[in-house]
Nanobody
Framework: EVQLVESGGGLVQPGGSLRLSCAASGFTFDDYTIGWFRQAPGKEREGLSCTSVTDGRTYYADSVKGRFTISSDKAKNTVHLQMNSLKPEDTAVYYC????????????????WGKGTLVTVST
């Protein structure tokens, strides 16, 4: 059974940073993509970034380009999302997801999802 577990969320002040982690297990795929998404209350789920874990290629949504950095440790099946210069509008539940296609920032392009971790940016 494929499992994705996010960690690293919490409360941070505007301008601060957080590093989210996604630990993946229960699969034997060699070629896959991990993506980060977020969903704020009353809004649709938004794709932020994805990486091809096989070769390290990365892709970003314009909304986070230059502020967020995705990285992966294939040996540990772990993907991180470093988030800098956080803004109140970044407040959301952040999800990681696993899929077969690269690049994709569409939630419909992902096959497995974690339960999410809450990020709150506030004073």
């Amino acid at each position: 059974e494929v499992q994705l577990v996010e960690s690293g969320g919490g409360l941070v002040q505007p301008g601060g940073s957080l590093r989210l982690s996604c630990a993946a297990s229960g699969f034997t795929f060699d070629d896959y993509t991990i993506g980060w998404f977020r969903q704020a209350p009353g809004k649709e789920r938004e794709g932020l970034s994805c990486t091809s874990v096989t070769d390290g290629r990365t892709y970003y949504a314009d909304s986070v380009k230059g502020r967020f950095t995705i990285s992966s440790d294939k040996a540990k099946n772990t993907v991180h999302l470093q988030m800098n210069s956080l803004k109140p509008e970044d407040t959301a539940v952040y999800y990681c997801a696993l899929g077969s296609y690269y690049p994709t920032l569409s939630p419909n392009g992902m096959d497995y999802w974690g339960k999410g971790t809450l990020v709150t940016v506030s004073t």
